[in-house]
């Protein structure tokens, strides 16, 4: 069956986790991870007589969608990222990289900090690929970047992910 004559419903089973996953990659907390994920399906139902199977995938254009509802969530949470530090514990608090367990997206702390340490562009690149399950070619279409430029951020941010997890092992 093609994805023009398939249902709305069975494209929201068949990719549901793929755009949780990107989500969850790049939001701090399971809640907004699950609420952004609503909100793509939400957006997608409103737009899916307009959905082309011809210009892309339907999970790609899921996770275009997402993207783009991400920009605006981390357009929405400036203002929160720009509260004034305080004195003492509250700072290092706010500055210690102390994650809080209700912020939990099933990734381990370890994980957490070594995708921390990455650049934009490349925990981007982790999360539609590992989080969003997109291929190479489909990521490059997605982001406008050559298909070996993709491969070649993904190569040195997987390189630095495992360094740092490396670092962090205890030894047994």
């Known amino acids: 069956m093609t994805e023009s004559r398939k249902s709305f419903a069975a494209v929201y089973d068949e990719h549901v986790w793929d755009v949780y996953g990107f989500l969850a990659y790049r939001v701090r907390s399971r809640e907004n991870a699950e609420d952004l994920t609503q909100l793509t399906f939400e957006r997608a139902l409103r737009a899916w007589q307009r959905f082309d199977p011809e210009r892309a995938s339907a999970k790609t254009w899921l996770i ?52 921390a340490s990455l650049g934009e562009r490349e925990r981007e690149l982790i999360a539609l690929r590992f989080g969003g399950d997109l291929t190479g ?36």
Not at 144 to 171: C, G, K, M
Request: glycine share 6%; charged share 30%; no cysteine.
């Open 64 to 115: 275009a969608i997402a993207n783009n509802l991400l920009i605006d969530h981390y357009r929405r949470d400036r203002g929160a990222r720009n509260e004034p530090l305080g004195e003492g514990d509250a700072v290092d608090l706010k500055l210690g990289g102390e994650l809080d367990p209700d912020l939990d997206r099933g990734l381990s702390p370890e994980l957490e900090a070594a995708l």
């Open 137 to 172: 070619p489909e990521i490059a279409e997605l982001t406008e970047l050559s298909l070996a430029n993709v491969h070649q951020i993904l190569s040195r941010a997987l390189r630095t992910l495992r360094e740092r997890l490396s670092t962090t092992e205890s030894p047994r």
